[in-house]
């Protein structure tokens, strides 16, 4: 029996020694460095210890402060749109038609494409001299064209619709997985019983999907702070840093800039802010409802 | 009680409408590919191209589409076998050890998944620049074999458990050694969640831009997403070339969502990780 164990757990060996390798220890070290002053291009200033110099700093820097309203503010509206969406494009998705898989094929392309390809197809769609956003909207009459991503708050919009169009049917995924555990006859019970659809959404449905949708505003809530390529295709974090996200931010400063330090703090305070809202999240839903997966 | 017409009517304007906002902005895009300049930027659009291939030739000529292709494809490719490889091999010893150590392992590696890639790509990037390996191919595997291990882990464990110990307990009286029992029984009882793991794997590496941006800063090494992101043209937006070498990026992942659109949909609930 003992040796039986040992077997197992020189077969997890390899893929745990890989994840402690580029993930635990990574993580360790950028607790370190934020604690230190180092910049990339200049090795011989050595690697001082600066204490919480790089957090005071932090603190203190509008930049950042913008970038981090930025950032809820972009986690907020894409979550909130993409639950909504996903719920809707899951109830669809569950039905039984002959297009079914067409129409699961379809939900699944946004999701399945890179993200750059998404940022460029937005870019071209919204493009200020012959995009097809402004035809749509304003049809020939080339005057009033809006150059979306010339403005703060239309910039900040244009990351935020791609995103949901992108992310929408991941959402929509995980919710349909909540729905196909639901026992058919529940629902035709409540329509011996004559409710109508509404009250057997609202009264049979809901209640069963709910740890699936906390499950999906789980993931998608700690995916949204990771965001990162369409800011950086769509807008490079212009215009005037409105749609300079958290995650951009650190990148600048880290490998455009070389302040391995100063970024290492900010990306410590990413990481304990998605640590923060995980464990919120998790203590809503029950541990339970991970654990019953396992 | 709303009539049954009026309801399959609700029902059908809701599916065109997912489909449509789903499928229409990207067909509208990569369609650019087949158009002339002239089209490309013509007020109102061209709805329906001439099919030049002028932006596919310019695409593979001047701007080396095959290159970062076939360095996507190296990446990917590689990046997909060993995750997998690892992850049936963890997989299979937390599907057999006892419940408690299991889920407390299985509980560790989906944290790992959770992490925002900025914390760890600092200390990557330094890690890489000591030993030498920015700009080569491992350089970019060995971190997303990292990043994907947690969901071929969890797949595959769920997908082992499901297959009876007895089976193994037969073969071990019978004289098969235990990596035997692995290689001739479970693996083969284990093509479906094999292929979903690694479909997922193989898109995310395929698609995956941040890493890539910061380890392959040498033209000659880059995959895909960071060429589609960095093209550059002579005076204006080349839109023909990104859209010709998009519509080539996403031919793959379309393929692989039209056969195996329901590997794809029961991998996600049963990791419930994003890919």
Same mark, same amino acid.
């Given at each position: 029996m003992i040796r039986k164990n040992q077997f197992f757990l020189l077969l997890l060996l390899p893929a745990l020694s890989l994840l402690v390798l580029f993930i635990l220890i990574p993580v360790g070290q950028s607790f370190y460095l934020s604690f230190h002053r180092v910049i990339s291009g200049l090795p011989q200033l050595g690697e001082a210890m600066v204490g919480f110099e790089n957090y005071r700093d932090l603190f203190h820097d509008p930049v950042a402060r913008h970038s981090l309203w930025t950032t809820v503010i972009f986690v907020g509206v894409t979550t909130f749109f993409e639950l909504l969406i996903g719920l809707f494009l899951a109830l669809l998705m569950h039905r039984h038609f002959p297009g079914r898989g067409a129409l699961r094929a379809a939900v699944l392309i946004p999701w399945a494409i890179p993200t750059v390809v998404a940022a460029q197809m937005w870019r071209f769609l919204m493009n200020d001299a012959?995009?097809?956003? #402004?035809?749509?909207? =304003?049809?020939?009459?080339?005057?009033?064209?809006?150059?979306?991503?010339?403005?703060?708050a239309t910039a900040l919009g244009a990351i935020i619709l791609a995103d949901i169009w992108k992310t929408a049917s991941f959402a929509a995924l995980l919710i349909l997985a909540g729905l196909q555990v639901i026992p058919p006859e529940i629902n035709q019970a409540g329509l011996v019983d004559g409710a109508g659809s509404w009250q057997r959404f609202r009264h049979i449905t809901w209640p069963l999907i709910r740890p699936a949708v906390m499950v999906a505003l789980l993931f998608r809530t700690i995916d949204?702070?990771?965001?990162?390529?369409?800011?950086?295709?769509?807008?490079?974090?212009?215009?005037?840093?409105?749609? #300079?996200?958290?995650?951009?931010?650190?990148?600048?400063?880290?490998?455009?800039?070389?302040?391995m330090g100063y970024?290492?703090? +900010?990306?410590?305070? +990413?990481?304990?802010?998605?640590? =923060?809202?995980?464990?919120?999240?998790?203590?809503?839903?029950?541990r339970r409802l991970l654990e019953a997966r396992v | 009680m709303i009539p049954r017409f009026l309801r399959k009517g609700l029902f059908?304007?809701?599916?065109?409408? &997912?489909?449509?906002?789903?499928?229409?902005p990207f067909l509208f895009f990569v369609l650019s590919a087949f158009k002339t300049e002239n089209q490309i930027t013509a007020i109102p659009p061209v709805w329906l191209p001439d099919f030049s291939f002028v932006s596919f030739q310019s695409a593979v000529f001047k701007h080396h589409l095959f290159h970062y292709l076939l360095n996507?494809?190296?990446?990917g490719g590689t990046a997909t076998l060993v995750s997998l490889s690892l992850g049936a091999?963890?997989?299979?010893?937390?599907?057999?050890?006892?419940?408690?150590?299991?889920?407390?392992?299985?509980?560790?590696?989906?944290?790992?998944?959770?992490?925002?890639?900025?914390?760890?790509?600092?200390?990557? @990037?330094?890690?890489?620049?000591?030993?030498? @390996?920015?700009?080569?191919?491992?350089?970019?595997?060995?971190?997303?074999? &990292?990043?994907?291990?947690?969901?071929?882990? @969890?797949?595959?464990?769920?997908?082992?458990? %499901?297959?009876?110990? %007895?089976?193994?307990s037969a073969a071990l009286v019978d004289g098969c050694t235990r990596p035997g029992v692995?290689?001739?029984?479970?693996?083969?009882?284990?093509t479906p969640g094999l292929f979903t793991a690694g479909i997922l794997t193989f898109i995310y590496s395929w698609n995956e831009f941040f890493l890539a941006l910061l380890i392959m800063t040498d033209p000659a090494r880059q995959t895909m997403p960071v060429g589609i992101a960095l093209f550059q043209g002579e005076h204006s937006i080349p839109w023909g070339e990104i859209a010709?070498?998009?519509?080539?990026?996403?031919?793959?992942?379309?393929?692989?969502?039209?056969f195996f659109q329901r590997r794809i949909v029961d991998g996600l609930s049963a990791g419930a990780i994003k890919g």
């Open positions: 012959y995009g097809t956003v #402004n035809y749509l909207l =304003f049809g020939t009459e080339t005057a009033s064209y809006v150059p979306w991503l010339a403005y703060p949204a702070f990771r965001v990162f390529d369409l800011a950086y295709v769509l807008t490079q974090g212009g215009p005037a840093d409105a749609t #300079n996200v958290l995650q951009l931010y650190g990148y600048k400063k880290m490998f455009v800039e070389g302040w970024g290492s703090a +900010i990306s410590v305070c +990413i990481f304990t802010m998605a640590l =923060f809202l995980a464990v919120v999240y998790v203590r809503a839903v029950g | 059908l304007t809701g599916v065109i409408l &997912a489909v449509g906002f789903s499928l229409s996507s494809l190296i990446v091999l963890a997989g299979y010893a937390l599907a057999r050890l006892p419940r408690r150590y299991a889920r407390f392992i299985l509980m560790g590696v989906l944290a790992c998944a959770m992490f925002p890639q900025i914390t760890i790509a600092g200390p990557i @990037w330094r890690f890489l620049r000591a030993v030498g @390996w920015l700009n080569q191919y491992h350089g970019l595997i060995l971190p997303y074999v &990292a990043l994907t291990l947690p969901l071929c882990i @969890w797949i595959l464990a769920l997908f082992f458990r %499901e297959i009876p110990e %007895e089976l193994e692995l290689i001739r029984i479970i693996l083969p009882l284990s010709a070498a998009s519509l080539i990026t996403t031919l793959p992942l379309i393929i692989l969502v039209l």
